[in-house]
């Protein structure tokens, strides 16, 4: 494995995502011949404006996606990759699905959901050659982030399409778990600081139970009625793919949604119905959103293991950069002292461009608000 690179006291870290620039989201519509060079000169931009601005511990901005999880399209077998005009031919209920749609502001054509037409085999890494190329253009700290594996066993499974290769959600579990974790122990053996798996769809579970099942993240697998068995799947999940894993950090991250700028129609509740699974959960991180409102207190973090940090969600990544970095590290500084020391890094509440073709903010904004957290590691450090 490679040498483990070092990270400061209060380190800055990005959720995952970073705008892309508009050539390469020309390039990927017309399917040019030139997306690789372009996907690799926008992955060094990202990483010189993240360095640039005072990341910590970098991501390569996820530019060779279109969205967090879209990107399984390209490596894995059995998957194809379908907008939600295209799901509206195969869920069950259309007009109901639609209206949802229309309901939580995101436009059928612009979100893409990776969907099973077959038998998952992976057909390359996930995510190591990203890896490889971020390491090789920063000497940083690096993270790598990953779908969830109980976000796929919701998000990727349409009935009429993926019946056939899976008749039983078990079955699925069962792939998912297993490509998940050799895509894990092949980023720890190329020397990765933390490995980040994204699970938004927990929020959705407690705050809205089996309503959930038709939104736009989880396409239309029907869940469980009984929420606290859904729970305890996404915590048995996790723990297969990341339980035995040594010298790389693993972290969970949960949100309440991030495809839209008006808060009214994303997700609200404080994270206290989810803290007894958080805390089931074998990872050594929680990234976690609290510059929303709709987070809730932050003195509810006490519930986590004292062996986890938190990945404190200190800005918005979808409102103007107004934050005082002064306030951010009272803030902070008011929640080491609940939580004890070293256990809190700083990062926005979510990516700043989750879906490519619809960023929650421009890449100015994104630079400024990772100043603001820079700024308040400063004053922290002192």
């Not at 996907?39 to 360095?51: G, L, S």
């Not at 970095?325 to 004890?340: F, M, Q, W």
């Not at 070293?342 to 994104?366: H, Q, Y």
Request: a negative charge.
């Amino acid at each position: 494995m490679s040498r483990l690179r070092s990270i400061p006291e209060f380190p800055v870290s990005v959720v995952g995502s970073w705008p892309r620039p508009e050539s390469l989201l020309k390039a990927a519509k017309r399917k040019s011949d030139d997306i690789p060079r372009l996907r690799d000169e926008a992955t060094k931009h990202a990483i010189e404006q993240q360095e640039r601005a005072g990341v910590d511990v970098l991501t390569d901005g996820e530019q060779r996606r279109d969205n967090f999880y879209s990107f399984l399209a390209e490596k894995l077998d059995g998957v194809e990759l379908m907008t939600m005009a295209d799901l509206l031919d195969y869920v069950e209920d259309k007009a109901a699905f639609e209206a949802l749609l229309q309901t939580l502001d995101v436009p059928a054509y612009a979100i893409k959901n990776p969907t099973i037409t077959g038998r998952l085999e992976r057909t390359e890494p996930l995510a190591v050659r990203e890896l490889e190329f971020l390491r090789k253009h920063s000497t940083k700290a690096c993270k790598v982030t990953l779908p969830g594996p109980y976000l796929l066993s919701r998000s990727m499974w349409v009935k009429q399409l993926s019946g056939e290769a899976y008749p039983t959600r078990e079955e699925l579990c069962e792939d998912i778990v297993r490509i998940l974790r050799a895509e894990l122990t092949e980023l720890v053996s190329v020397g990765v600081e933390i490995v980040q798996f994204d699970e938004p769809v927990l929020t959705e579970v407690v705050f809205a139970g089996k309503a959930a099942t038709r939104t736009f993240m989880c396409a239309a697998l029907a869940a469980a009625a009984d929420p606290a068995e859904e729970l305890e799947l996404a915590v048995n999940l996790i723990n297969r793919v990341v339980d035995g894993i040594e010298g790389t950090m693993t972290a969970i991250h949960v949100c309440r949604g991030n495809w839209s700028r008006n808060e009214d129609v994303l997700l609200a509740g404080d994270y206290e119905p989810l803290l007894p699974t958080l805390a089931k959960m074998h990872v050594d991180q929680f990234v976690l959103e609290y510059a929303t409102p709709r987070a809730g207190p932050e003195s509810l973090l006490t519930q986590l293991p004292r062996t986890a940090s938190v990945g404190f969600g200190a800005v918005n990544p979808r409102t103007d950069p107004d934050e005082d970095p002064a306030k951010i590290a009272s803030r902070v500084r008011a929640l080491a002292e609940l939580l004890g020391p070293n256990r809190i890094w700083l990062n926005p509440d979510c990516g700043f461009g989750t879906f490519a073709d619809r960023p929650v903010a421009s890449e100015r904004d994104a630079v400024r608000k990772i100043e603001i957290l820079a700024e308040a590691a400063r004053i922290l450090r002192a």
